[in-house]
Nanobody
Framework: QVKLVETGGGQVQAGGSLRLSCVAS????????LGWFRQADGKEREFVAS????????HYTAAVRGRFTISRDNNKNTVYLEMVSLQPEDTAVYYC?????????????????WGQGTRVTVSS
């Protein structure tokens, strides 16, 4: 399995930006469909974005579409989540995930590798 480590979280004011990074080790991320999920305090973890293993297909939850961008750099074995126009409701722990399948996927069940999470706090 691939090991994932997220970095880049922090505290920003509403309207600010952050870029989360998820560095993979043990396997090439080009072998995986990648996802970002988040969990706010007291809530269930939810899907944020997915990037397919094959091609450039990506998908976002409606709440972040147009503000967040998922991308990968296979040379750095890293997946990113670029977040702009952050809002207080984006406050959560963000997790990256990887799954050995082709298409984008919004459910947790097919992702087999998870990072430990990085916290994002957006103040109003």
């Amino acid at each position: 399995q691939v090991k994932l480590v997220e970095t880049g979280g922090g505290q920003v004011q509403a309207g600010g930006s952050l870029r989360l990074s998820c560095v993979a080790s043990g396997r090439d991320i080009s072998d995986y469909t990648l996802g970002w999920f988040r969990q706010a305090d007291g809530k269930e973890r939810e899907f944020v974005a997915s990037l397919a293993r094959v091609g450039v297909n990506s998908h976002y939850t409606a709440a972040v579409r147009g503000r967040f961008t998922i991308s990968r750099d296979n040379n750095k074995n890293t997946v990113y989540l670029e977040m702009v126009s952050l809002q207080p409701e984006d406050t959560a722990v963000y997790y990256c995930a990887a799954g050995n399948f082709d298409a984008i996927w919004t459910l947790e069940n097919r992702y087999t590798s998870w990072g430990q999470g990085t916290r994002v706090t957006v103040s109003s």
